[in-house]
């Protein structure tokens, strides 16, 4: 397996844009989880899927921001619009099984908001 | 005012010597403590994990120190190498959350050779 896939690598987009990023996670993962990276903050939890059904939402900033998971191979993560606060390096990861500790991680989405 | 971002804690060991990260936790109902690596440009990386009923546990080259009583963590990476060098993070999991990981804030790790 090629391991969790996330696209594009690198965004840079004008703010007021909508971003979308995408996640294809490890097949037969049951989890995917949308953390976010920056400096000030560290690596925050935005939310994660168990077999496609969010779980747990409550690390999602804003109503901005929106994720989906409309099948078992593919996650999106939307932000409209978008602002330059949100200029951070977004990471997709999943996992297999309720007590997993060993989340997979993508390679990660630096998006730019200028 | 300026808005600063912050520096994360840095760690500089000679390619070698052992080098001891360290990790404070708050949630004292997480069934396990893991931690990772972070190398640039990269995603996280499991290095190794512990359950919240050991104190201990080791792996290739690497160790985990669990103590409960003052909700602290630590990674001893013996004979370090320059490929060590990253940024490591400890993290906490709670069994009935699925792998839901709360990442502590990262120390990075500096190997001289």
């Known amino acids: 397996d090629a391991g969790v896939i996330q696209s594009p690598r690198h965004e840079v987009t004008e703010m007021g844009q909508e971003v979308t990023l995408r996640c294809k996670p490890i097949?037969?993962?049951?989890?995917l989880f949308w953390y976010r990276q920056t400096m000030m903050r560290g690596l925050e939890l935005l939310i994660y899927?168990?077999?496609?059904?969010?779980?747990?939402d409550s690390g999602m900033p804003e109503d901005r921001f929106s994720a989906k998971m409309p099948n078992a191979s593919f996650s999106t993560l939307k932000i409209q619009p978008s602002e330059p606060r949100d200029s951070a390096v977004y990471f997709c990861?999943?996992?297999f099984g309720q007590g997993s500790t060993e989340a997979f991680f993508g390679q990660g989405t630096r998006l730019t908001v200028v | 005012g300026e808005s600063v971002g912050l520096h994360l804690p840095t760690l500089s060991v000679q390619e070698g010597d052992n080098s001891i990260i360290n990790c404070a936790y708050s949630n004292s109902a997480s069934d396990y403590f893991i931690w990772y690596k972070q190398e640039s440009g990269k995603g996280p990386q499991f290095i190794i994990d512990i359950r919240s009923n050991m104190d201990k546990r080791q792996g290739q080259r690497v160790t985990v120190l669990l103590n409960k009583t003052v909700k602290h963590l630590s990674l001893q990476i013996a004979a370090t190498q320059p490929g060590d060098s990253a940024v490591y993070f400890c993290?906490?999991?709670?069994?009935?959350?699925?792998?839901?990981?709360?990442f502590g804030q990262g120390t990075e790790l500096s190997v001289k050779p």
């Open positions: 993290a906490e999991a709670v069994y009935n959350q699925g792998g839901k990981l709360i």
């Open positions: 990861a999943s996992s």
């Open positions: 097949s037969g993962h049951d989890y």
């Open positions: 899927f168990n077999n496609n059904v969010p779980i747990d």
